[in-house]
């Protein structure tokens, strides 16, 4: 079932089946980042500008923040002709199945840029043995993996955003395949086109969002499931990716340098933070969950 308003809830969070929380994720590297184009409005002005050396750095910084975290990190190759290869929370949403099994559900990327993609990840999940998901969507619905399709954490539920990179249509889809409910977001504003950008889930009853990226109707949803939200103040989220931040163990939270509001409210409430620099990314409009894909 795919729900999008609190009235129309049938199950309360108690009703839903646990699920493992991912341990493990994906890195692409950076070898061939570069702002090539236009696809968001973070990238405007900036084609051309990166610094591959310090993009590198940035990158091996992520790497070793997460993996202080005790998440095993595995490293995927970028691709020539691929420079957005290094956000790969886009290209597929990995799921578990109730018996333990691991597959991918493979993306239909909206940007036609982007479109190449998603056969490198198709291949490098089937040599691991993973089961492909790749028959699911058709005509002209985009959907762009974990950049709009997020776990809640230890539930077997899925978090869904919409409007901008993935149609709503495709968690009907998606929901049936993966037998999982879908809580679907609508989201209000170009800046904030992927879910990852305006939503984090911290642990089982606590996110971070930026509530003017969302309808009405996703707030009422958002502060449903989750008894604690903290609010991200609109320069932090806009200019600093604030809730593009990850917590891979519900305990730290790797996010963007300089987010001082958000930083003081995780520390309130007993998270541990740990800042990075992806300022090379942000100009792409990415930060750290886009630079990374969660697994099992």
Request: proline share 6%; with cysteine; charged share 25%.
């Amino acid at each position: 079932m795919v729900v999008s308003r609190l009235s129309d809830l049938p199950f309360q969070k108690a009703d839903l089946l646990d699920m493992p929380a991912a341990d493990r994720m994906v890195m692409t590297t950076p070898d061939h980042f570069d702002i090539q184009y236009v696809i968001n409005p973070h990238m405007e002005g900036h084609v051309g500008s990166v610094d591959p050396v310090k993009a590198r750095r940035q990158w091996d910084e992520l790497k070793n923040a997460f993996e202080s975290c005790g998440v095993p990190v595995d490293v995927m190759e970028g691709i020539p002709g691929q420079p957005d290869m290094v956000f790969c929370a886009n290209q597929t949403l990995p799921f578990i199945s109730e018996g333990g099994s691991r597959g991918v559900v493979l993306s239909k990327m909206h940007a036609l840029q982007r479109a190449g993609e998603v056969k490198h990840f198709e291949a490098w999940f089937a040599e691991k043995g993973w089961d492909i998901v790749d028959d699911l969507f058709h005509g002209d619905s985009d959907f762009e993996g974990m950049g709009d399709a997020i776990w809640h954490r230890g539930k077997r539920l899925l978090w869904g955003g919409y409007g901008f990179r993935t149609d709503r249509s495709i968690y009907d889809l998606i929901s049936r395949k993966l037998e999982t409910p879908v809580i679907a977001l609508q989201l209000d504003d170009p800046e904030f086109y992927h879910l990852d950008t305006c939503f984090c889930i911290l642990d089982e009853e606590t996110a971070l969002i930026y509530p003017p990226a969302f309808t009405p109707e996703g707030r009422d949803l958002i502060k449903h499931f989750f008894p604690r939200v903290i609010n991200a103040p609109e320069r932090e989220a806009r200019d600093l990716f604030a809730c593009n931040a990850h917590c891979p163990d519900g305990k730290h939270v790797v996010i963007q340098r300089g987010c001082t509001s958000t930083n003081e409210a995780l520390e309130s409430l007993g998270f541990t933070v740990i800042e990075v620099g992806t300022d090379e990314y942000l100009k792409s409009g990415g930060s750290v969950f886009c630079m990374k894909l969660m697994t099992w």
